[in-house]
Nanobody, 124 residues
Framework: QVQLVESGGGLVQAGGSLRLSCAAS????????MGWFRQAPGKEREFVAA????????YYADSLKGRFTFSRDNAKSTVYLEMNSLKPEDTALYYC?????????????????WGQGTQVTVSS
């Protein structure tokens, strides 16, 4: 199996940017489609972005299109989420996930492995 560790979260002012990283060990991420999810206090976990195994297609939640960018670097066995123009409503615990598949997936049940999460807090 693969182990996932997120990093890069922190406190940022509204309008600022952060880049989250998700590093894999045990197995390379080249074997998996990847996704990002987030969970705010008192809210259900929601889909953020997905990328295919080959990195040829990315898919984003409608509200995040144009602000977030998902990329992967198989040589480093790491995926990234670039977050721009951050808003207070982006505050959440962000999770990285890996799926035993090749396409892009938007539902939690499609993913087989999860990281522990990294906290992003956006101040007004």
């Amino acid at each position: 199996q693969v182990q996932l560790v997120e990093s890069g979260g922190g406190l940022v002012q509204a309008g600022g940017s952060l880049r989250l990283s998700c590093a894999a060990s045990g197995r390379t991420i080249s074997n998996y489609a990847m996704g990002w999810f987030r969970q705010a206090p008192g809210k259900e976990r929601e889909f953020v972005a997905a990328i295919t195994r080959d990195g040829d297609i990315t898919y984003y939640a409608d509200s995040l299109k144009g602000r977030f960018t998902f990329s992967r670097d198989n040589a480093k066995s790491t995926v990234y989420l670039e977050m721009n123009s951050l808003k207070p409503e982006d505050t959440a615990l962000y999770y990285c996930a890996a799926a035993d598949g090749s396409y892009y997936y938007t539902r939690q049940r499609n993913y087989d492995y999860w990281g522990q999460g990294t906290q992003v807090t956006v101040s007004s």
